[in-house]
């Protein structure tokens, strides 16, 4: 995990759309951190922040959530990061493991980039982005001593006249 300059001091989390199988009163609960919750291992890459999501409801009555987030462009910029390669990744405690979810950056203004995300169900998430990937390097064509092939020529015509004039003394 890096140690990256600029923790949210704000939340990020901005709205949560439910689309659920039951009518039912829902009551949600956001926390946020630079840390992961306890019983959580760090996710891999560079954390902008964790976010833990809590919903009043059975797992099997949410059919599908999505949330959206915005990450101010400071962070980016302070870290050398590329705002393209912001996941959001959910932790599966079940396979105890970190998932990135598809993530679609859908605007920014002057302050920050927002980003929207899909997930199967709640619990800890964190954003996370990486540094601008490498160019390819760009391979260089071979460097020829200028006229080499003009030498080879002139040389082979010369080499034609010669046996040409010793043809023609016979």
């Known amino acids: ?27 949600v609960t956001v926390q946020q951190s630079p840390e992961p919750p306890a019983e959580t291992p760090p996710a891999t890459g560079n954390v902008f922040t964790y976010i833990t999501v809590d919903v009043s409801l059975p797992p099997e009555s949410v059919e599908q959530a999505q949330l959206q987030f915005k990450v101010p462009k400071s962070w980016y910029e302070t870290n050398g990061l590329d705002p393209a390669t912001t996941t959001l990744t959910h932790y599966n405690p079940d396979a105890g493991e970190w ?10 203004d002057e302050q920050y980039y927002y980003f929207t995300s899909t997930t199967p169900g709640f619990s800890v998430f964190a954003v996370v982005a990486e540094p601008p990937a490498a160019a390819p390097p760009v ?8 006229g080499f092939e003009s030498i080879f020529a002139i040389a082979g015509l010369l080499a034609v006249f010669y046996l040409i004039g010793r043809i023609g003394r016979r």
């Open 99 to 108: 998932e990135p979810l598809t993530t679609e950056q859908v605007g920014e």
């Open 139 to 146: 391979e260089e064509e071979e460097k020829k001593a200028p």
């Open 1 to 27: 995990v890096s140690e990256l300059a600029e923790q949210p001091e704000e939340v990020v989390l901005e709205e949560i759309t439910l689309d659920v199988n039951v009518e039912a009163e829902v009551e």
